[in-house]
T-cell receptor
Framework: DGGITQSPKYLFRKEGQNVTLSCEQN?????MYWYRQDPGQGLRLIYY???????QKGDIAEGYSVSREKKESFPLTVTSAQKNPTAFYLC?????????????FGPGTRLTVT | QQQVKQSPQSLIVQKGGISIINCAYE??????FPWYQQFPGKGPALLIA?????SEKKEGRFTISFNKSAKQFSLHIMDSQPGDSATYFC??????????????FGQGTELSVKP
């Protein structure tokens, strides 16, 4: 069963704590992405990675960190420096090459920080 | 110049009617325009996409119309059904350069199809 998995579906944390969101894909895609979704604001790019051991900041990277040690995995850490961490977080992947721009999304993780 | 502006923010259509969502962009380097459909609590799913070498693409009840000179593209949902009720996002990207496939998303349109 191929696809993108994100865990957990719901996550609750206290303010001041770092939290790591998991994203795994078995589609053999080279590129992976993290987006944040807030009501009425569409999807905003946090970080992306085109290849293992390399990643770039997106439009709203402040307060977030990522790693890409394996092709299949692209975990996102929401640090205590992120001022408004409560949001719906989406991971996506795409294959490089002819159709590299077709991004496939995971089911998302809803993070609530209180 | 990197923005994609989407309208309307919300749309209510009767069953069987036509739903129309519009998007506009400014970056003439954009050369790939996908539409995504998202149901509540789920991730977006690619619905249909168009490249600027064609003016229209149709897949079932879903059609993208593209106007390169006006830098606008729109999604038409024919014979809208209650099951089409979802949030729709347009997006754009430039395949060239070092963009890494970055998609620029519109703000989203919440569609509600009334039975």
């Amino acid at each position: 069963d191929g696809g993108i998995t994100q865990s957990p579906k719901y996550l609750f944390r206290k303010e001041g704590q770092n939290v790591t969101l998991s994203c795994e894909q078995n589609l053999n895609h080279d590129a992976m992405y993290w987006y944040r979704q807030d009501p009425g604001q569409g999807l905003r790019l946090i970080y992306y990675s085109q290849i293992v051991n390399d990643f770039q900041k997106g439009d709203i990277a402040e307060g977030y960190s990522v790693s890409r040690e394996k092709k299949e995995s692209f975990p996102l850490t929401v640090t205590s420096a992120q001022k408004n961490p409560t949001a719906f977080y989406l991971c996506a992947s795409s294959i490089r090459g002819q159709n590299f721009d077709e991004q496939y999304f995971g089911p998302g993780t809803r993070l609530t920080v209180t | 110049q990197q923005q994609v502006k989407q309208s309307p923010q919300s749309l209510i259509v009767q069953k069987g009617g036509i739903s129309i969502i519009n998007c506009a962009y400014e970056n003439t380097a954009f050369d790939y325009f996908p539409w995504y459909q998202q149901f509540p609590g789920k991730g977006p799913a690619l619905l249909i996409a168009i490249r600027p070498d064609v003016s229209e693409k149709k897949e079932g009840r879903f059609t993208i119309s593209f106007n390169k000179s006006a830098k606008q593209f729109s999604l038409h949902i024919m014979d809208s059904q209650p099951g089409d009720s979802a949030t729709y996002f347009c997006a754009a990207t430039s395949r060239g350069g070092n963009q890494g496939g970055k998609l620029i998303f519109g703000q989203g349109t919440e569609l509600s199809v009334k039975p």
